[in-house]
């Protein structure tokens, strides 16, 4: 059974604070994706990777960054989390870049305070 | 760049037939896709058309239309648990999917 995992399902931190969100998928994806859902904007892509090392800016880059040292993980960082951060974060992987279908994870709902 | 466009709301009885419809504005479209997301979970895949016409699933059938920028995900014979959110999204030259905001579907008895 394929499965992309996220490290926290709920995670709260303060304004300013570095934030870590991991996501981890088995099914030796080349691609992986972050997304930010807020209600009634549906899913906004943040960045994607097509490869180890290397990475994409997707709609809504600014304040994230993110790191792929390893084909299964892929990680989100806020520097310097901010309260309009506060949202829900979701983690897909695809076969191809192109691929109509990705997989997703559970998602982490971040709160900044 | 890309748009999509689907109702925000819709309500239907149980055992029912409901159409979302979703019309897009992209540039060297590849294919539309739908997903199905109950609240608190993960959205879910459900359906891919890249050609015209209808591709059926079970109870669920998505339908696209090249010329019209257009599409639709039918869902028959209505159940309590398709109360949801579905998204459309398109793929298009080399860039991801882009989703629409989604549609909340309430099934009502």
């Known amino acids: 059974d394929v499965k992309v995992t996220q490290s926290s399902r709920y995670l709260v931190k303060r304004t300013g604070e570095k934030v870590f969100l991991e996501c981890v998928q088995d099914m030796d994806h080349e691609n992986m994706f972050w997304y930010r859902q807020d209600p009634g904007l549906g899913l906004r892509l943040i960045y994607f990777s097509y490869d180890v090392k290397m990475k994409e800016k997707g709609d809504i880059p600014e304040g994230y960054s993110v790191s792929r040292e390893k084909k299964e993980r892929f990680s989100l960082i806020l520097e310097s989390a901010s309260t309009n951060q506060t949202s829900m974060y979701l983690c897909?992987?695809?076969?191809?870049?192109?691929?109509?279908?990705?997989?997703f994870g559970p998602g982490t709902r971040l709160t900044v305070l | 760049g890309q748009s999509l466009e689907q109702p925000s709301e819709v309500t239907a009885v149980e055992g029912a037939i409901v159409q979302i419809n979703c019309t897009y504005q992209?540039?060297?479209?590849?294919?539309l896709s739908w997903y199905q997301q109950h609240d608190g979970g993960a959205p879910t895949f459900l359906s891919y058309?890249?050609?015209?016409g209808l591709e059926e699933t079970g109870r669920f059938s998505s339908f696209l239309s090249r010329s019209d920028s257009y599409g639709y995900l039918l869902l028959q014979e209505l159940q309590m648990k398709d109360s949801a959110s579905y998204f459309c999204?398109?793929?298009?030259?080399?860039?991801?999917?882009?989703f629409g905001k989604g549609t909340r579907l309430s099934v009502i008895a």
């Open positions: 058309n890249a050609l015209d």
């Open positions: 992209t540039s060297g479209f590849y294919g």
């Open positions: 897909a992987s695809s076969l191809t870049v192109l691929d109509g279908e990705q997989f």
């Open positions: 999204a398109v793929n298009s030259g080399n860039t991801p999917l882009v």
